[in-house]
């Protein structure tokens, strides 16, 4: 199957930095990529969307001034959590698909905030 | 209650068992997803589907639009199989809403 790379796979920081996380997509070009962030013993959550060459589409609930997303390739989008605090401490996972076929999951991002 | 829900919530086998997750959903999708997410976080898509059944190797997955359920199978279940299993409803615009996931554990 197609492959999604994260980077990095792990990051701890110090609160109040900002942190940006990459997602490529390495066998295909995706026109669309998800961002989600999954708290301990808790399923997937949803924060955005986004498209190639257009503006995310945020989930309710999601700051877009906090969770800031660039998709400026077909092949890549990253993830800046800006200002990081604590309970911003969480995995965060993005999948890329192509013309509403399968979404294709990165391995994650692991993101501690001290 | 959740747009999507699953049972159990954890499960237990052992090695050769058949396994059954199931999964409601309250939306109307385009299709119903089956992931698999192993300890180390990484997630696997497993089956996406939109009517009738599909299998790969021992697991075989199907889906009732009429009744909104769908299940996931294991024959011969094996203690690599131990993992979370997802299952997730693509709305509009590809978006994909998760159940809680089932923490499936295969002892030897």
């Known amino acids: 199957g197609a492959v999604v790379s994260q980077h990095p796979s792990w990051v701890i920081c110090k609160s109040g930095t900002s942190v940006k996380i990459e997602c490529r997509s390495l066998?295909?070009?995706?026109?669309?990529m998800f961002w989600y962030r999954q708290f301990p013993k808790q399923s997937l959550m949803l924060m955005a969307t986004?498209?190639?060459?257009?503006?995310?589409?945020?989930e309710q609930g999601v700051e877009k001034d906090k969770f800031l997303i660039n998709h400026a390739s077909l092949t890549l989008s990253t993830l800046t959590v800006t200002s990081a605090h604590p309970e911003d401490s969480s995995f965060y996972i993005c999948?890329?698909?192509?013309?509403?076929?399968?979404?294709?999951f990165g391995p994650g991002t692991r993101l501690l905030v001290l | 209650k959740n747009e999507v829900e699953q049972s159990p919530q954890n499960l237990t086998a052992q090695e050769g068992e058949f396994i059954t997750i199931n999964c409601s959903y309250s939306?109307?999708?385009?299709?119903l997803h089956w992931l698999q997410q192993h300890p180390g976080g990484g997630i696997v898509s497993l089956f996406m589907?939109?009517?009738g059944k599909k299998k790969h190797g021992r697991l075989i997955a199907t889906i009732n639009i009429q009744e909104k359920h769908s299940s996931l199978h294991i024959t011969a279940s094996h203690p690599r199989d131990s993992a979370v299993y997802i299952c997730?409803?693509?709305?509009?615009?590809?978006?994909?809403?998760f159940g809680e996931g089932t923490q499936l554990t295969v002892n030897p």
């Open positions: 999948s890329a698909s192509l013309a509403q076929e399968t979404q294709y």
């Open positions: 066998d295909f070009q995706a026109t669309t």
């Open positions: 986004s498209n190639e060459g257009s503006k995310a589409t945020y």
């Open positions: 939306v109307g999708i385009s299709a």
């Open positions: 589907l939109s009517s």
């Open positions: 997730a409803a693509e709305t509009s615009g590809s978006r994909l809403t």
